[in-house]
């Protein structure tokens, strides 16, 4: 398989995921009530909410552990093409009017801080307290053990609760449970596992308790996180794409 019909593949990828995926306004009452919740709205003012998911065949991401599959989404979110110009006037300065800062947070010692794309890993998550272009911090993440059939997410802040706007990015993965086909009882032909990929989204005015400055740009916002969204996935999917490549050669 060539290159030039790799990267077809790759942006086959992107758009498909902007069609599958689901974008509704509800999220998790976990991760609202979680604590990367309370560290950005410790005054648990109003909040906006949204949630961009998408299922596809549990067989896309075999032999990847869910800390890997959400390294490649974080990659592919941060790193993509459609993050590029956001990561670009965070880098000349815009992230010191929005820097990434929570008075209730403890950081890892081992936190660290990402500037370039080569330096943002796909194989694990970074520490507590690690920032991203200076304006994104993970606050919390969750690795569920495999028999556990909980989900396991990152979250990444932006914002500041001393400020009049910040929010948080959960990034979170959910297999299937593997009892389902045993308890269905047929003989039939069973349904193949589907996994759940989400990006839930919060934010907030820490400061007054009104709707931040955020809402007047809703629609767009509606567009960059189903953009956003489909980088992630093209990320973690491209990997099965190179894998192929790489047996036909």
Not at 50 to 79: H, R, W
Request: with cysteine; proline share 6%.
């Amino acid at each position: 398989m060539s290159a030039s019909w790799l990267r077809m593949l790759a942006r086959g990828l992107f758009f498909r995921s902007l069609h599958q995926s689901r974008y509704t306004y509800p999220v998790s009452s976990e991760f609202l009530g979680s604590s990367s919740f309370n560290i950005v709205n410790p005054r648990h003012h109003v909040v906006a909410t949204d949630n961009v998911s998408q299922m596809f065949p549990a067989a896309a991401i075999a032999g990847l552990s869910d800390e890997k599959v959400l390294a490649l989404f974080t990659s592919g979110f941060f790193g993509g093409v459609i993050f590029g110009f956001e990561r670009w006037i965070l880098k000349i300065g815009l992230s010191n009017l929005l820097p990434a800062r929570y008075t209730g947070l403890q950081p890892d010692p081992q936190a660290v801080t990402i500037w370039n794309l080569s330096e943002l890993p796909n194989t694990h998550l970074l520490p507590v307290g690690s920032c991203f272009f200076g304006s994104f911090r993970i606050l919390d993440k969750h690795i569920a053990e495999p028999s556990s059939h909980s989900s396991s997410y990152v979250d990444y802040g932006f914002g500041s609760d001393e400020s009049i706007f910040a929010g948080c990015h959960r990034f979170q993965i959910t297999r299937p449970l593997s009892s389902i086909n045993s308890e269905s009882g047929s003989a039939g032909k069973q349904p193949e596992p589907q996994v759940q990929i989400q990006l839930q989204h919060f934010r907030c005015n820490p400061q007054k308790n009104v709707p931040s400055v955020a809402e007047y740009i809703e629609r767009f916002h509606y567009i960059y996180a189903k953009m956003l969204f489909a980088n992630g996935i093209q990320s973690l999917l491209e990997r099965e794409l190179s894998r192929e490549q790489f047996h036909t050669q």
